[in-house]
């Protein structure tokens, strides 16, 4: 069984978040070089998606039964990590939302692996404001397991790398 949920999120300071519902949410010291690299900082119980716009985004979460098995050929860039729902309550928000009006998504509580795809993520204007890019989250529950990048994307012409 697949339930999907559409969203368009306010990506202020180029980020949203997906969290339990109990988490603290703090992702302050989360947001280092190599996470802004793989577009994913993760802390108990929260992930935060890096953007590479700082305006409204289209943002997609499909709870599944089971590990996706898809072509990653067709996104930018993917990465996986784990995220415990002891609440059983999804937030999913802008890092500036309201928080107790944020959307939700009842899940049963547990672990769950986060396979968090960008796409599109060359497509933006010169003013940066405009673009195709979008963002997807799928969720099933497994074991905790590592944060791992899947695919990296490369470093668009001009942009500052932190490895560089």
């Known amino acids: 069984m697949k339930r999907t949920f559409e969203y368009k999120l306010f990506a202020?300071?180029?980020?949203?978040?997906?969290?339990?519902?109990?988490?603290?949410?703090n992702l302050g010291n989360s947001w280092t070089p190599e996470a802004?690299?793989?577009?994913?900082?993760?802390?108990?119980?929260?992930?935060?998606?890096?953007t590479v716009r700082n305006v409204t985004v289209p943002v997609a979460v499909e709870i599944t039964d089971e590990e996706p098995d898809d072509d990653l050929s067709k996104w930018d860039q993917v990465a996986e990590c784990s995220l415990e729902i002891p609440s059983g309550r999804i937030v999913v928000?802008?890092?500036?939302?309201?928080?107790?009006?944020?959307?939700?998504?009842e899940v049963i509580p547990g672990i769950y692996r986060a396979r968090v795809y960008c796409g599109n993520l060359n497509s933006l204007s010169?003013?940066?404001?405009e673009g195709d890019d979008h963002y997807k989250l799928v969720l099933w529950s497994a074991?905790?397991?590592?944060?791992?990048?899947?695919?990296?994307?490369?470093?668009?012409a001009g942009q500052?790398?932190?490895?560089?």
């Open 12 to 25: 202020d300071y180029y980020q949203f978040y997906l969290q339990g519902e109990s988490a603290d949410g």
């Open 143 to 156: 074991a905790p397991g590592p944060l791992q990048v899947l695919k990296q994307r490369a470093n668009p």
């Open 93 to 105: 928000a802008g890092c500036t939302d309201y928080f107790p009006d944020a959307a939700r998504i």
């Open 126 to 129: 010169d003013d940066g404001l």
């Open 36 to 50: 802004v690299d793989r577009l994913l900082a993760v802390a108990p119980g929260t992930i935060g998606v890096g």
């Open 160 to 164: 500052p790398s932190s490895t560089s």
